[in-house]
């Protein structure tokens, strides 16, 4: 048996890979974790091939560790050659094929895994911004949930922001610039990208910011510094 990972991108079918698409079209199963991912792949994959699979909405571990292994004996049940599992975005990247996979390895070691990777909204956000990240700067990837804020580094790409106010007054407090996207590359109009915390004070799950520090030094193609402006 082989399963294969397939990042489907952030949200527009067209970001699927080539490579992910074609996958998607020779497996007898696809399995999905949720509602986006499936309305990504649903062009490209008849509906009867495909088999949701629920995750416990919990920070319990135990519980999702349950979870996990019960997805991973399902997995195994309901696939006779190929199948697929698909995340949005990279499924490497904070992703649920992570935990699938480790649970697959621990009880079902035969089963050949490849990983097909697909665009994150970890880098995809550079495009939907407009921003270059130079060479000479750093970026961190970091998680934000529940109003947290990491700092420290010049530049931070923030994933699972639950509260853009909390967050934002601590970020600019450290003396970070920030931009917020939400729904980045998703087809039906709801995309907005703003650096202004009101329009995000509702709770959404496709929520990320880019913060850079003010004091960042862009170097310059002379050789010098400057500080980006
Ligand atoms: C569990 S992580 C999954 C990341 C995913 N595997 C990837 O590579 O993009 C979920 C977080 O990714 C971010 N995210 C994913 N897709 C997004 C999108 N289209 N627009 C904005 N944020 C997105 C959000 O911060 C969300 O809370």
Known sequence: MKLYGIGVGPGDPQLLTIRGKRVLEQVDT???PGDLAQTIISGYVSASNIVEIQFPMTTDKDKLQKAWQTAADHVVEKTDDKAAFVTIGDPSIYSTFGHLRRALRNNHSTIDIEVIPGVSAATAF?????VDVV???NLM??????????TGPDQMVLLKITDVPT???????????VWYGRRLFMEDESTVITQN????E????FTLGYARHQDIR?????????NGT
């Open 30 to 32: 696809v399995f999905i």
């Open 218 to 226: 862009f170097p310059s193609i002379g050789g010098g510094e400057n």
């Open 135 to 137: 060479s000479g700067t």
């Open 141 to 150: 990837l970091a998680e934000a949930p529940n109003g947290t804020a990491p």
């Open 197 to 200: 915390p009101d329009d995000l």
């Open 126 to 130: 550079a495009s939907a911004f407009d």
């Open 202 to 205: 509702d709770r959404d799950y």
């Open 167 to 177: 967050t934002h007054s601590k970020l600019t407090e450290a003396g970070y610039d």
